[in-house]
């Protein structure tokens, strides 16, 4: 499978106990990272603005990678997301069909730049949910739930089987009809 | 000029691209607009994008994402690697693959046969000149 930019954490974290407060509270997330360090650095950005703990006096007791558990079936990712565009913070709600929960993250994170010039770090995910297909909400998923799906592909793209036979002249025009 | 093969559940392509390049592979699940789920007997189920598919006009039932004995099972009812290895598509690759696996001895007796083949059409050719002009 192709690698993710985006891989997915669960980081347990905590306030250091003090003389007052022998054992606080634990926190559990699950957010989207590049990788571990950025995943620890995202943790203590939102729980500081959950709770009043920062990374100093604060210390992670967990932090593992979460794997899709069957990446051979075809979801629907409802993925809610909060992002800053030019005049503001906005809520979004997207569906993406994808086999893994990273693909349709990844997907999410591609549509947001090209339709609305938000970059990564501007976008927070609230939440993501694997949608059943009677609940999803956009056409543009809803269009693939035909169990009897059929479709013709209208454009064949003519391409040699690897970059190296590339050429630049063609002795005759490709038939580009499928 | 309508359209012959469409891409649906059960529909075996090609791959014409990548690491599974010359492979047969059946589609099992449609992702979006541009991927499908694909399966074949030796491979992990994975996507692929169409562009990287060549569809053929073989067609197998099977329900939509089967369980891996089912898609054996339903592959080996319909015969397809006998339809593809008779399919003239199939025998043309077939042939390409044979050739280029050729060592210099190999080629050495493929001139012959040509050149014994070459002689043998000139002399029918020269027959039927001769019956022409008499």
Redesign the interface.
Known sequence: MVSFRFHQYQVVGRALPTPGDEQPKIYRMKLWATNEVRAKSKFWYFLRKLKKVKKSNGQILALNEIFERYPTVVKNYGIWLRYQSRTGYHNMYKEFRDTTLNGAVEQMYDEMASRHRVRSPCIQIIKTATVPNDMCKRENTKQFHDEKIRFPLIFKKVRPPSRVLKTTFKASRPNLFM | ?T?K?????GRVALV??GKE?GQLVVIV????QNRA?VDAPDM????IN??RL??TDIKIDIP??PKKKTLIAAMEEADVKNKWEKSSWGRKLIVQQRRASLNDFDRFKVMLAKIKRGGVIKQELAKLKKESAA
């Open positions: 000029m359209f093969r469409f891409v649906e559940i014409n691209y390049y699940d449609i992702v979006d789920l992990i189920r994975s996507q169409f562009k060549s569809l939509r994402s």
